[in-house]
């Protein structure tokens, strides 16, 4: 049954409703529809310049309509009066193929062939800091190992609650809040769902944050490593594959407690790990967190070769049980649409070619990575990954006109980067 919008506006005294979808580079974008006008706006869409925002457009192209989705539809709790709708994007009567919730509905449709069901959990880390950017927002916060600490955790319970709490009154199953490994940085956890499902709640909640801290007078940055010295923001994905109501991982008897579907799949991921960074690492600054030293804790939590294992957390895939495994590679400025397509795409490929995914290593890879010759390693920068990706017949072939149209953005965003002078680069060459 098609959800009246109207209707749910009404009922609930709602008088606005954003209208939101999300672009290549992961930024929200939206427009305030009054509820009167809301009916119309579900039949037809918003109407939008796509060259304003970043998607592969230019000014003559014709109007892009963002066409709402009822079933991502909540109301703010925060701001009761107002709703939020996720929309896939529409021009000339057809999907935007290159609009990220557009591509991740192709990879789901292409798995539903299959009698395949991705489902998906996110752990998205997050800082609270200042409203100017520069330092985290509790000066008492300075443990050097400051992971779930308690004080820490109660002197932002305020934010933090008021977030769960929000969590909770949508129906999320909202089940545990912490202190993350950095000074400043937290984590909550919702229960894992469909994937369509979990990208809007991505999105959602990714604005819910910032709006709360805003709220509160702070500031909240998914950045991936704000701070040289801490550890930086990851978005671990945990990942099940569902047939008929039934977890497709599970195999009790399978020595790995994996069916060979799931390894096939974590092969499909191993395969295609540099490709997928350019999705999953998107920004320059994501390299700070891979391929970054120790951090003041000790650790950066964060993998920097391509590698799998069982409960061991210094590796990029981790299986801590059979029914599922999670992928650490992502961190907080991923697009919560193109991690789960790209994913799946580079999944179901692991599936049709039944890719091995090499042994499963249960080593400290910090400490113990050199012992393993010929281990793939993750891309240094930006732009090894966006080479890789240029060169993976397997993710250009499954996301189609998304890929050139992503390349070409993310190339002018490291060419801006590489005519950045930097003082660093004052520092030690201007005497050269």
Request: charged share 20%.
């Amino acid at each position: 049954m098609t959800i009246d919008l109207a209707k749910v506006a009404a009922d609930n005294g709602i008088r606005y409703v954003l209208i939101s979808y999300t672009d290549l580079f992961g930024n929200q974008r939206a427009k305030l529809v009054p509820a009167c006008s809301i009916g119309t706006m579900q039949k037809n869409g918003a109407g939008f310049a796509g060259f304003a925002t970043w998607l592969d457009m230019s000014p003559a192209d014709p109007d892009l309509f963002a066409l709402p989705d009822p079933s991502s539809f909540h109301q703010l709790p925060w701001k009761p009066d107002v709703g939020w709708v996720a929309a896939d994007l529409w021009m000339d009567g057809k999907p935007v193929e290159h609009g990220p919730r557009n591509a991740l509905k192709r990879q789901i449709a292409r798995a539903a062939e299959q009698g395949l069901q991705m489902k998906t959990g996110v752990e998205c880390e997050f800082f609270l800091i200042s409203p100017d950017g520069t330092t985290i927002g509790d000066a008492a916060d300075t443990q050097v190992k400051p992971c779930y600490d308690q004080q820490a955790l109660m002197r932002r319970y305020d934010i933090i609650s008021e977030i769960c709490d929000s969590m909770l009154s949508v129906g999320w199953h909202a089940y545990q809040n912490d202190h993350e490994d950095a000074n400043g940085q937290f984590e909550m956890n919702w229960h894992y769902d469909d994937a369509l499902v979990t990208a809007d709640r991505h999105a959602f909640f990714k604005f819910m944050v910032k709006s709360i801290a805003e709220r509160h007078g702070m500031r909240a940055t998914f950045m991936p490593k704000p701070f040289a010295n801490l550890t930086g923001n990851g978005c671990h994905m945990h990942v099940s594959m569902w047939r008929a109501g039934q977890n497709a991982f599970e195999d009790a008897g399978a020595p790995q407690g994996l069916s060979p579907l799931a390894l096939n799949m974590i092969g499909g991921l191993i395969h295609s790990a540099d490709a997928l960074a350019a999705f999953l690492n998107p920004t320059v600054n994501s390299y700070k967190r891979i391929n970054a030293p120790r951090t003041v804790s000790g650790a950066t939590w964060a993998p920097n070769s391509v590698t799998w294992t069982g409960n061991n957390r210094t590796h990029m895939i981790r299986v801590p049980e059979g029914d599922r495994f999670e992928l650490r590679l992502a961190d907080g400025a991923v697009n919560p649409y193109l991690m789960p397509a790209a994913v799946l795409a580079a999944g179901l490929d692991g599936m049709a070619q039944a890719r091995d995914p090499g042994p499963r290593l249960d080593i400290n890879m910090y400490t113990d990575g050199h012992t393993v010759p010929n281990t793939k390693k993750l891309p240094l920068n930006l732009l090894d990954a966006l080479r890789a990706l240029e060169g993976s017949s397997v993710l250009r072939e499954a996301l189609g006109s998304l890929v050139p149209a992503y390349l070409k953005l993310k190339h002018v965003e490291w060419n801006d980067y590489a005519r950045h002078l930097t003082q660093w680069e004052r520092d030690t060459t201007l005497d050269c």
